[in-house]
């Protein structure tokens, strides 16, 4: 079946980096676009980034635009998001996901109804 293992989370102080990696199994990864999402405290689950499966370019939404890269590793079915210049409103688990594109939307759909268990980011003073 369809698997995340999202990791590389932790407390960081503003303005430090961290590097999330997600490890996917249980479809093609190569064959679709990949997207992070964040969810913070008391809020609805949001997408971060996209990437396609094709040319590997990305989407990013403006909130982290010039601090986060997302970028994938096929030969290794892994996604990855380093975040530099982190801030406080960064704060959030850390979800990935597969993307399905859809004409009327900005970022790819999530492909697959199951996620996994998240990785937290905590950027604190």
């Known amino acids: 079946q369809v698997q995340f293992v999202e990791s590389g989370g932790g407390l960081a102080q503003p303005g430090e980096s961290l590097k999330l990696s997600c490890v996917t199994s249980?479809?093609?990864?190569?064959?679709?676009?990949m997207n992070w999402y964040r969810q913070a405290p008391g809020k609805e689950r949001e997408i971060v980034a996209s990437?396609?499966?094709?040319?590997?370019?990305?989407k990013y939404v403006d909130s982290v635009k010039g601090r986060f890269t997302i970028s994938r590793d096929n030969s290794r079915n892994t996604l990855y998001l380093q975040m530099n210049s982190l801030k406080s409103e960064d704060t959030a688990v850390y979800y990935c996901?597969?993307?399905?594109?859809?004409?009327?939307?900005?970022?790819?759909?999530?492909?697959?109804?199951?996620w996994g268990q998240g990785t937290q980011v905590t950027v604190s003073a």
């Open positions: 990437i396609t499966s094709t040319d590997h370019s990305t």
């Open positions: 996901n597969g993307g399905v594109p859809h004409p009327d939307m900005e970022f790819p759909l999530a492909a697959f109804p199951s």
């Open positions: 249980g479809f093609s990864f190569r064959a679709y676009a």
